[in-house]
């Protein structure tokens, strides 16, 4: 069974690095999944970040591009993410996602973890 | 940047009915364009990708279609677990999502 597990601080103070977690289980990343972290803002709606191959290839939002870094590691079974120089338009609900094969859409999510700006 | 553009925001409808949203794109996209449900508190769910193919376990009266810049996702019945929101997403130059249809009881 796929599963998604997002995790990291839920508080981060502004002009810091936010810094994410995907655990996966169920299948493994070097088997040709390829990642992606969405993000979505209280009562608003769904915001593409940025994917990953399973071979580490990256792109990423333009608007993001510049404060983005997404990794993989395969014997971890993990995606990250990492977004720097937050301010509190930052404050969402992330969440990491896969599909095998294709880079999007994704088929399978985890279920999100909410990061709040603040100091 | 594409631009994903849905109407209507908010549709009321009831058990029984058909309803359809639109997506319009910026530029064309192909037929590089999905659409999910999310109900609140939950991760979006995968319905349709590549405009019209329908996902493994998605009940048949959701459907798709368009390409280009015009897209439509239709529920042929609504059901009561249908009360939900829907975005579409285009996935052709980088992704983006269209600001969601609310699709709640009449």
């Known amino acids: 069974q796929v599963q998604l597990q997002e995790s990291g601080p839920g508080l981060v103070k502004p002009s810091e690095t936010l810094s994410l977690k995907c655990s996966v289980s169920g299948f493994s990343i070097s088997s040709g999944y390829n990642g992606a972290w969405i993000r979505q803002p209280p009562g608003k709606g769904l915001e593409w970040i940025g994917s990953i191959s399973h071979s580490g290839a990256t792109y990423y939002s333009p608007s993001l591009n510049s404060r983005v870094t997404i990794s993989v590691d395969t014997s971890k079974n993990q995606f990250s993410l990492k977004l720097s120089s937050v301010t509190a338009a930052d404050t969402a609900v992330y969440y990491c996602?896969?599909?095998?094969?294709?880079?999007?859409?994704?088929?399978?999510w985890g279920q999100g973890t909410l990061v709040t700006v603040s100091s | 940047d594409v631009q994903m553009t849905q109407s209507p925001s908010t549709l009321s409808a009831s058990v029984g009915d058909r309803v359809t949203i639109t997506c319009r794109a910026s530029q064309s996209i192909s037929s590089w364009l999905a659409w999910y449900q999310q109900t609140p508190g939950k991760a979006p769910k995968l319905l349709i990708y590549?405009?019209?193919s329908l996902e493994s376990g998605v009940p048949s009266r959701f459907s798709g279609s368009g390409s280009g810049t015009e897209f439509s996702l239709s529920i042929s019945s609504l059901q009561p677990e249908d009360f939900a929101t829907y975005y579409c997403?285009?996935?052709?130059?980088?992704?983006?999502f269209g600001q969601g249809t609310k699709v709640e009881i009449k």
């Open positions: 590549k405009a019209s």
């Open positions: 997403q285009q996935y052709d130059s980088y992704s983006t």
């Open positions: 996602a896969t599909r095998k094969g294709a880079w999007l859409p994704a088929d399978y």
